[in-house]
């Protein structure tokens, strides 16, 4: 199972743009990739260890822990990187 991580908080446009943009990659991989990647959507508001890593970079994008991208998410890079992940 791959995990994509999307950190973010409420009322953040460019979080709101990284949530839709994970939606429509995940459904339009192939279904034998999208079941194995498992979305996790964490808030700074909520964490304050994210917020003191993260809270200049939202939205962030992790995949399996590691750093894909912040601010504005490419689907096409994503996708890619999703696809390498689950193999």
Same mark, same amino acid.
């Given at each position: 199972? =791959? =995990? *994509? =991580?999307? !950190?973010?908080?409420?009322? /953040?446009?460019? /979080? #709101?743009?990284?949530?839709?943009? @994970? ?13 194995? @990647? ?8 909520? #964490? ?12 962030? @994008?992790? !995949? #399996?822990?590691? *750093?894909?991208?912040?601010?504005? !998410?490419?689907?096409?890079? *994503?996708? #890619? ?7």
């Amino acid at each position: 199972m =791959t =995990t *994509l =991580t999307l !950190i973010g908080k409420p009322d /953040c446009h460019l /979080c #709101d743009v990284a949530s839709e943009v @994970v939606e429509a990659v995940i459904a339009e991989l192939p279904a034998a990739v999208a079941e194995r @990647v498992e979305i996790v959507e964490r808030s700074i508001a909520d #964490d304050p260890a994210l917020h003191e890593r993260w809270w200049e970079k939202i939205p962030v @994008v992790l !995949i #399996d822990g590691e *750093l894909h991208g912040h601010w504005r !998410i490419s689907p096409e890079r *994503l996708s #890619d990187a999703l696809k390498e992940a689950v193999g």
